[in-house]
């Protein structure tokens, strides 16, 4: 397909992988990072190595004044959005239900569902006259619960799910195609923001194939997704877990 992609939480794991493969087949790339500029800058480096346009677009998708800066640096350099990897996400500590605080729970879905939504809403506005394509990154926590551990994520990323179908129907008329990916266990440095590093090395035994995932793994769906090869698939959940 080629032409401009923009990755949500570029600056590192699952997004930075889908990046750098985005470079290799021909995309150029905004990548859009909140916090790790240094890993943002590393990745478009080798995009640009890849000989590809790197747009480097700092934004919170949490805050409706963070998307508006998002699509403000995309429209300023004037090339048309062929697809969009909404990859940004967050887990947070351990917690039962009981233990989940309102702050938590906002920050959680505002993220993870409202902050994706809207970066898709503004995608679909610049997409709906030319088609495009639009990969949604769910979890395989969106069928597991993660009781326990997160359910508020789990929660946020069932809402993706639904999203997905909901949003393919409404603009497959237009010619975008939106479909998601639920990664399983992947080896990526999520797991120790949520306060547990070693944990996809821990649960891995659970893993039919009995090891974690990697972000290439993952990378390699979303560019079969966003590609023409992919051209009647719309509305899907892929899982990419290991068959977990
Ligand atoms: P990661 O390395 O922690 O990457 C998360 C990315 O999201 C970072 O680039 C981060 O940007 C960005 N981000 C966080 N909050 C943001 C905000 N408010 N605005 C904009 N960007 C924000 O984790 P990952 O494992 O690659 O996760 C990528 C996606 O895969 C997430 O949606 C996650 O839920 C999903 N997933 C991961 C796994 C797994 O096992 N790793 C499994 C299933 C699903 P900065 O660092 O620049 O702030």
Redesign the pocket.
């Known amino acids: 397909m080629g032409g401009l992609c923009l990755i ?8 930075a992988a889908v990046a750098r493969m985005a470079a290799a087949r021909g995309y150029d790339v905004a990548i ?5 500029r240094a ?2 800058e590393a990745v478009a480096a080798d995009v640009r190595a890849a000989g590809q346009t790197a747009l480097l677009c700092p ?4 805050t409706p004044e ?1 998307v508006a800066a998002i699509f403000a640096q995309i429209d300023s350099h004037g090339a048309p959005l062929t697809a969009l990897v909404n ?5 947070d500590l351990p917690a039962r239900v009981t233990e989940m605080t309102h702050a938590r729970l906002r920050r959680m879905f505002d ?2 569902v409202i ?1 994706a939504i809207l970066v898709a809403k503004e995608a679909v506005l610049r997409m709906q006259d030319r088609g495009g394509a639009i990969v949604n ?5 969106a069928r597991l619960g993660s009781g326990g551990q997160y359910v508020d994520y789990a929660a946020s ?1 069932a809402a993706i799910d639904i999203f997905t179908k909901g949003l393919s129907d409404e603009v497959a008329a237009s010619g975008i195609r939106v479909n998601a990916i639920r ?4 080896d ?4 120790a ?1 949520g306060g547990l590093p070693d944990r ?1 090395q821990k649960l891995a035994h659970m893993v039919p194939m009995k090891r974690t995932g990697t ?1 290439e793994e993952v990378a390699e769906a979303v560019l079969w997704l966003m590609s023409d090869a992919a051209a009647y698939v719309t509305g899907a959940v892929l899982d990419v877990s290991g068959g977990r």
């Open positions: 949500t939480g570029a600056s590192s794991g699952i997004g859009i990072y909140h916090s790790n890993g943002a934004g919170d998708v949490a963070g990859n940004a996400g967050v887990v993220i993870n902050g990154i769910s979890s395989a926590a990323k990664p399983g266990l992947i990526t440095e999520i797991h923001k996809a972000a």
